[in-house]
């Protein structure tokens, strides 16, 4: 009997230019680029184990027993790189305070990819693993890295995958996680996305507008310029969001308190806090501010909000082996 183990830690990441809409759904290749920050607070541990006694994959999360179907086809493409692998146990916990609705794809399969793949002998370089990464989740590409960075779209699986722009990333800045709602979304970011690549006549401006943000943010996180930075995350997710407005049938993420934040973080910029928001596949609210002024920010969001649901984080790093 033959058995191999290893584990791995991968952060989330939030995309302050975002990746919505793929032109292949089987290799997960982008429509366009996208741009993230990779955050210390939130991240998932993960533990594979090949062995050629196992008769089947199976997967634990948070130590609840899930179908291994959410794993095996991952595996099965690290199967294809080293046919010697059989079956795995995966052993996963998600590291997300209070169960925040923001455990994300993003370091699930980031952190699979490097624990899959080292346990199977492979010694992948950042950029395969990257590739690897992507093949579970979009998101999960960019998660390989640490601080800001960039997923070149690509044309095929070769050329799509993450880059650094910024790993150690030594000014000011953070996010606020405001934690609105944990349940499951309503529409999936795979249905999601799809429908309005299918369905919004904005879909081609979409495309269009993100390439140009993305050029300008790449430039603001390396002239370290948050408010720059801010307005352009700010603008792209609203525009992320008025396409699923713009979809048919039509859908939002919105909930009554997101909007709530939205318009707090407004009124604080108003009086010259320099704050943004941003919003995923969910009505959780991100806000992108300086430590320098992040107390005022809580204190402004407490008027609304509960402490625990205001988490604060900072840069993280990236994907990483620890022990088993
Ligand atoms: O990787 P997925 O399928 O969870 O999609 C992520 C989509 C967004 O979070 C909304 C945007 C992004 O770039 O992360």
Redesign the pocket.
Known sequence: MTSQKASARAHTNI?LI???GKKDQQLILPMNG?L?LTLDHFYTDTMVEFNSAFTEDTFYLNQKKFDATKVSPFLDLVRQLNPQAGYAHVISKNHVPNAAGLA???SAFAALALAASTAAGLKLSRRDLSRLARRG????TRSIYGGFVEWLPGTSDQDSYAVPIDEKVDWDIEMLAIIIDRKQKKVS??EG?QRVVATSPFYPAWVKSTNTDLIAAVKAVKQHNLKLLGQLAESNALR?HALNLSARPPFSYFEPQSLVAMNIIEKLRSQGVCCYYTL??GPNVKVICSTAESRQIISALSAAFAPEQIIEAFPGPGAKLIEC
Do not use: F, N, V
């Open positions: 995309a975002k990746y919505w996208s993230s994300s794809s993003a989740s979009g998101s999960a970011s795979r996305m992320m995923d596949a």
